[in-house]
């Protein structure tokens, strides 16, 4: 079946840094990627819509200056916490959708921890 | 606006013993699709179930089956005779039609956290 290999799987990572979160789709072709972010004992929240070439789409209240996303291919996105506070620790997720638009496959997540 | 209401936050049950989850969802298209998935403690979501809103055949899966009732616009998930290994956050989803007739994103409930004791 579809698989989405999501990494790293874990970060910790100093205030000020930045952090960079990989999604590749293994055996299918990524048109669109979602990204949730999921803070603790809480539910998952979208924050970007992103299709293959184009600049993603974000959701109200996201900074798109510090969360830049890329989906430069159908096998890989990338989001990316710039200048990461300890208010950005939370655990981010993707979600991709294939050429046929149906089913979403999820990467294993990302457990991010700003000290 | 569409939305998707777990109004159960935890739920404690005793292993064997059967359990519902609810899920209310609000939609105001016709076409939409509904899910289920699993959220162990490592984190990764566990895909159970897609029901697409022309569909309101109830499903049965091994222990897990669905309920489906458009008419009260909720998509229930029952565990028959619950074991330890089920313990999870559970999450109710809801996707409409988007843009050339694929899905749009996920909209999730807040989950209902399951703990099944021996």
């Known amino acids: 079946g579809a698989v989405v290999s999501q990494h790293p799987s874990r970060v910790i990572c100093k205030s000020g840094t930045s952090v960079k979160i990989e999604c590749r789709s293994l055996?299918?072709?990524?048109?669109?990627m979602f990204w949730y972010r999921q803070f603790p004992k809480q539910s998952l929240m979208l924050m970007a819509t992103?299709?293959?070439?184009?600049?993603?789409?974000?959701e109200q209240g996201v900074e798109k200056d510090k969360f830049l996303i890329n989906h430069a291919s159908l096998t890989l996105s990338t989001l990316t916490v710039t200048s990461a506070h300890p208010e950005d620790s939370s655990f981010y997720i993707c979600?991709?959708?294939?050429?046929?638009?149906?089913?979403?496959?999820f990467g294993s997540g990302t457990r991010l921890t700003v000290v | 606006a569409q939305k998707v209401t777990q109004a159960q936050t935890e739920i404690s049950v005793v292993e064997k013993e059967d359990v519902t989850l609810d899920c209310v969802y609000e939609?105001?298209?016709?076409?939409?699709?509904l899910f289920w998935y699993k959220q162990p403690p490592s984190g990764e979501l566990v895909f159970l179930i897609r029901?697409?809103?022309?569909?309101?055949q109830n499903e049965i899966s091994g222990r897990y089956s669905w309920n489906f009732q458009k008419s009260t616009s909720s998509f229930n998930f029952t565990i028959t005779a619950s074991q330890v290994v089920d313990s999870a956050v559970y999450f109710c989803?809801?996707?409409?039609?988007?843009?050339?007739?694929?899905?749009?994103?996920?909209?999730f409930g807040k989950g209902t956290k399951l703990s099944v004791k021996p």
């Open positions: 979600s991709a959708r294939g050429l046929l638009g149906y089913g979403y496959t």
């Open positions: 055996d299918f072709q990524a048109t669109t």
């Open positions: 992103s299709n293959e070439g184009s600049k993603a789409t974000y």
């Open positions: 939609t105001r298209d016709t076409t939409y699709y």
């Open positions: 029901r697409n809103s022309f569909d309101e």
């Open positions: 989803a809801l996707s409409e039609e988007g843009y050339g007739g694929s899905q749009g994103n996920l909209i």
